[in-house]
């Protein structure tokens, strides 16, 4: 059973468009999280959901808008898609508790813009 | 502006030896450091974490935090050539990544 699940795996889309990644996990976390890593590999976070609310908006396009149907979903829509959106897209779950912020993480999304 | 700071690397090691990764942060309100490990087209997974002064030890994986000095450490010892990934230290609060090292064990 996968834990973390991220659909759809690859993405390749032209720039301008609108694209959406989800994410769904099955471990009854009580916090989500989406990061982008890019061709550096370096891992941003972008934004938290703990319960459905957002706990973390980093500094973002406001093109990004991640939305919590409930806690076990997150999803992330882009709107008019840039070059400089291509990269792998982290989905990942945690369960809040001092010490225990164990990340899980999804097996990525590859977003590429042409 | 909360910041992590690892070297990137690439750090090269010969099979057998010592691998030490060093990982600073600059935030004295972090409560717990974690240690990932990344292989390249993969996501990251968890070695251990932290959250006390001194080490913590887990199999051939040790990591050292010192919180006055903010800087946290993994040291992997009998370095082996499935040890190439790179390296990810990351900081509670707010989950935030440095940048990663990029470790090579040479047989």
């Known amino acids: 059973d996968t834990a973390v699940s991220q659909t759809p795996k690859y993405l390749v889309t032209q720039m301008g468009n609108d694209k959406s990644i989800k994410c769904e996990q099955n471990?009854?976390?009580?916090?989500m999280y989406w990061y982008k890593q890019d061709s550096k590999k370096f891992l941003k976070i972008m934004f938290s959901y703990n319960n459905k609310e957002l706990i973390i908006n980093e500094t973002v396009p406001n093109r990004f808008s991640p939305k919590s149907p409930d806690k076990a979903h997150l999803n992330l829509h882009i709107n008019s898609l840039e070059l400089g959106d291509s990269a792998v897209y982290f989905c990942a779950s945690s369960q809040e508790g001092f010490g225990a912020n164990v990340l899980t993480f999804g097996a990525g999304s590859r977003l590429t813009v042409l | 502006q909360k910041e992590v700071e690892q070297n990137s690397g690439p750090l090269s090691v010969p099979e057998g030896a010592i691998a030490s990764l060093n990982c600073t942060y600059s935030?004295?309100?972090?409560?717990?450091f974690f240690w990932y490990r990344q292989y390249s087209g993969k996501s990251p997974e968890l070695i251990m974490f932290i959250y006390s002064n001194g080490d913590k030890e887990d199999g051939r994986f040790t990591a050292q935090l010192n919180k006055a000095s903010q800087y946290v450490s993994l040291l992997i010892r009998d370095s082996q050539p499935s040890d190439s990934a790179t390296y990810l230290c990351?900081?509670?609060?707010?989950?935030?990544f440095g940048a990663g090292t990029r470790l090579t064990v040479k047989p």
């Open positions: 471990l009854g976390h009580d916090t």
């Open positions: 935030d004295r309100g972090s409560q717990s």
């Open positions: 990351a900081v509670h609060n707010d989950m935030r």
